[in-house]
C-alpha cells in the first residue's frame, strides 16, 4: 500500500513558540492531504484538507490563522501550529488519497505534541 | 463535528475466542472502511467496501457493509495477542469536490493470552 511519513514523530515546545509537523507521500503524488486532531481515548477529528497549489479548506471551529497549513509540492503538506498552548497537546495524524480509482486513504504514523 | 457510533466501546476477550464489532450511521455513505490503531501511532487500513451488502475478508478479518449503506460489521476469528487495538470505522463522504472521511467512536479491543 501507498506510504505516508511524518516527522518529527514527537515533539515538545514551550508555551508561545510555533511548531511544524511535515506529512509526505513517500510513493505516490498527493493532490490533496488531510490533517487530522486525536485527544487521548477520542476518535480523530478532521482539522482541515489540504491542496497543492490553492489555499487549505479549514473544518468548522479550526482556527485558520492558528493552523497553518501549506501544501508545498504533490509529496508534501505542512502544518504549523502557532503561538502553541497546553491545550494544543494533542496527536496530529495526516492523511493522503490512495492510488486513483480508489477512494481509500492511507495515513501517516502521527506526530505526539506536547506544549508545556 | 459528525461521528458514526461503534458498539461495544471496549472488549475484553480471551485468546482463540471470535469477536464482533458494529458502526451504525444516520447517514448513507458510498464507501466504508475498517481501521486498526496501535497506540502512539497512525491507524492502519484493514478493510475497504465499497457495494451495498458487499462481504469481503481479509485473512482473519470479516467485514460487511450493510444494504442501507448506514451500517457496518467487522468479525474476527481466533484471536490472537497482536489484535490489541482501538479499531475505528470510517464513512467517505463527500463535500464538494473532495472526499472527507468521518470516523466512528473506535472499539477498544484488549485479548488475554
Known amino acids: 500500500g501507498a506510504v505516508v511519513s511524518q516527522h518529527p514523530s514527537w515533539v515538545i515546545c514551550k508555551s508561545g513558540t510555533s511548531v511544524k509537523i511535515e506529512c509526505r507521500s513517500l510513493d505516490f503524488q498527493a493532490t490533496t492531504m488531510f490533517w487530522y486532531r486525536q485527544f487521548p481515548k477520542q476518535s480523530l477529528m478532521l482539522m482541515a484538507t489540504?491542496?497543492?497549489?490553492?489555499?487549505?479548506?479549514?473544518e468548522q471551529g479550526v482556527e485558520k490563522d492558528k493552523f497553518l497549513i501549506n501544501h508545498a509540492s504533490l509529496t508534501l503538506s505542512t502544518l504549523t501550529v502557532t503561538s502553541a498552548h497546553p491545550e494544543d497537546s494533542s496527536f496530529y495524524i495526516c492523511s493522503a488519497p490512495g492510488l486513483a480509482g480508489t477512494d481509500t486513504q492511507y495515513f501517516g504514523p502521527g506526530t505526539r505534541l506536547t506544549v508545556l | 463535528g459528525q461521528q458514526l457510533n461503534q458498539s461495544p466501546q471496549s472488549m475484553f476477550i480471551q485468546e482463540g475466542e471470535d469477536v464482533s464489532m458494529n458502526c451504525t450511521s444516520s447517514s448513507i455513505f458510498n464507501t466504508w472502511l475498517w481501521y486498526k490503531q496501535d497506540p502512539g501511532e497512525g491507524p492502519v487500513l484493514l478493510i475497504a467496501l465499497y457495494k451495498a451488502g458487499e462481504l469481503t475478508s481479509n485473512g482473519r478479518l470479516t467485514a460487511q457493509f450493510g444494504i442501507t449503506r448506514k451500517d457496518s460489521f467487522l468479525n474476527i476469528s481466533a484471536s490472537i495477542p497482536s489484535d490489541v487495538g482501538i479499531y475505528f470505522c470510517a464513512g467517505l463522504g463527500r463535500s464538494g469536490a473532495t472526499n472527507k472521511l468521518i470516523f466512528g467512536t473506535g472499539t477498544l479491543l484488549a485479548v488475554q493470552p
Open positions: 489540504s491542496n497543492e497549489g490553492s489555499k487549505a479548506t479549514y
